[in-house]
């Protein structure tokens, strides 16, 4: 059955490790048929949450903001699958893709809750430069258990803090496989 994928890619380098990870896991999620939609949000105009409660889940664009997070809303809606890829920045997610995260909560206010549940699952692809994830590994797995998402689980690549160090490791096989795995 084709599962509709979106990726979250909160990395500032479309050529560095964590990017390397996205193609791999898409690769491999594309290769068993599903459609996957990729959002680099490096490039993407999307302000902080405000906290206002103000959105309304049944629209199209809930969020009272009007900016690049409208193109991201109708997709994690409709969407079976999201990948949250990140690199590791002072053991926690990027500010990019922390942001984009912060704002989904626009799904799940007022007219009915249109982000938690829904039979969706989620993976967490990472690159960092050291090892040490527990701490966003502890997060994630918290955010899925709010919002009651199947953990996929996740690839985590340590070890590379140049761009394309990544090359040949085995978490580039993983982030694959993993893909693959979405049926």
């Not at 959105?55 to 409208?70: A, K, L, T």
Request: glycine share 12%; aromatic share 8%; with cysteine.
């Amino acid at each position: 059955m084709d599962k509709k994928i979106v990726i979250l890619n909160g990395s500032p380098r479309r050529a560095g490790n964590t990017s390397a990870l996205v193609r791999e896991f898409a690769k491999g999620a594309e290769s068993a048929g599903n459609t996957v939609t990729e959002f680099f949000l490096n490039s993407m105009d999307i302000h902080g949450c405000r906290g206002c409660f103000g959105g309304h889940s049944s629209r199209e664009c809930p969020c009272v903001q009007n900016d690049d997070m409208n193109q991201i809303y109708p997709a994690v809606r409709d969407s079976d699958v999201i990948v949250l890829a990140t690199p590791l920045y002072y053991w926690n997610m990027s500010g990019q893709i922390r942001t984009a995260v912060d704002r989904l909560f626009a799904l799940e206010e007022r007219d009915g809750n249109f982000l938690r549940g829904h039979g969706r699952a989620s993976a967490l692809l990472m690159a960092a430069e050291g090892h040490g994830f527990e701490d966003v590994v502890l997060y994630y797995d918290h955010l899925m258990e709010h919002l009651k998402w199947k953990n996929l689980g996740h690839v985590l690549a340590g070890g590379n803090g140049e761009a394309g160090e990544i090359e040949g490791k085995p978490e580039l096989q993983k982030a694959y496989e993993l893909g693959k795995s979405i049926s």
